[in-house]
Nanobody, 124 residues
Framework: QVQLVESGGELVQAGGSLRLSCAASGRTLSSPAMGWFRQAPGQEREFVAVINWSGGNTYYADSVKGRFTISRGNAKNTVYLQMNSLKPEDTAVYYC?????????????????WGQGTQVTVSS
């Protein structure tokens, strides 16, 4: 089993920045893609960003492109989401997920492991 633990969520003012972290532990996955999703109250979980195993390829939702950056740590078992120019509509619980298959999956059902989420609240 793989465990994912997110951290870094907090209350921030609009225009501010946050960096979320996701640490993976447990059974080693072979070449996993890692993604970030978010879910606001009353809404479906939506894709935010994904990064492949090497860190050389990324993909972003249009709503965050140019403001958010996904990256991997040197040990590959940590993934970060740098969020700049935050907006109130970015308020949500942010989830880290891991996919056993290579590529850049963007659908939640393609992911095999999930963290418990970290709350990001952006005040106007």
């Amino acid at each position: 089993q793989v465990q994912l633990v997110e951290s870094g969520g907090e209350l921030v003012q609009a225009g501010g920045s946050l960096r979320l972290s996701c640490a993976a532990s447990g059974r080693t996955l072979s070449s996993p893609a890692m993604g970030w999703f978010r879910q606001a109250p009353g809404q479906e979980r939506e894709f935010v960003a994904v990064i492949n195993w090497s860190g050389g390829n990324t993909y972003y939702a249009d709503s965050v492109k140019g403001r958010f950056t996904i990256s991997r740590g040197n040990a590959k078992n940590t993934v970060y989401l740098q969020m700049n120019s935050l907006k109130p509509e970015d308020t949500a619980v942010y989830y880290c997920a891991a996919c056993r298959n290579p590529g850049l999956p963007r659908r939640a059902r393609e992911y095999d492991y999930w963290g418990q989420g970290t709350q990001v609240t952006v005040s106007s």
